[in-house]
């Protein structure tokens, strides 16, 4: 979340701009977060792109980046095919380099990717470091 300097409040900085569209506006830090606002942005975005139901990796790539969609198309619920291309043409590196790691069993990538407590460890580890 992000708060402009007038206490307006954001889900992403990529929806500031210069401050006056306040169309993606959540709320205030004097009243809080419209849960209305923010539920309604949240289902728009939520709901399955046509453009993606055939695709193979709809399931792994960022067509749900809200903040992606909207720097590309202006919408929130359209996906750019730029950003298609590039999700396409990297997928197989990234899947080429996630078995390379898994072959040679990286402790970090294992760590991350196949512990359920990664999330929970990583947080203490880092609340941890901050304290030295």
Do not use: W
Not at 95 to 121: C, T, V
């Amino acid at each position: 979340m992000v708060e402009k300097e007038l206490g307006t409040l954001y889900p992403c900085v990529q929806f500031v701009g210069d401050g006056t569209d306040r169309t993606y506006s959540i709320g205030h830090v004097t009243t809080g977060i419209d849960e209305s606002v923010r539920a309604r942005l949240y289902d728009i975005n939520a709901a399955e792109k046509t453009t993606c139901e055939e695709c193979a990796i709809r399931d792994r790539c960022n067509h749900f980046c809200a903040c992606l969609n909207k720097q590309s198309t202006g919408q929130i619920d359209v996906v750019s095919p730029a950003l298609c291309a590039h999700e396409r043409a990297i997928m197989p590196v990234a899947d080429a380099l996630g078995a390379r790691l898994f072959r040679k069993r990286s402790p970090l990538f294992i760590q991350k990717h196949y512990n359920e407590m990664f999330p929970l460890i990583s947080l203490v580890e880092d609340r941890t470091a901050n304290r030295a």
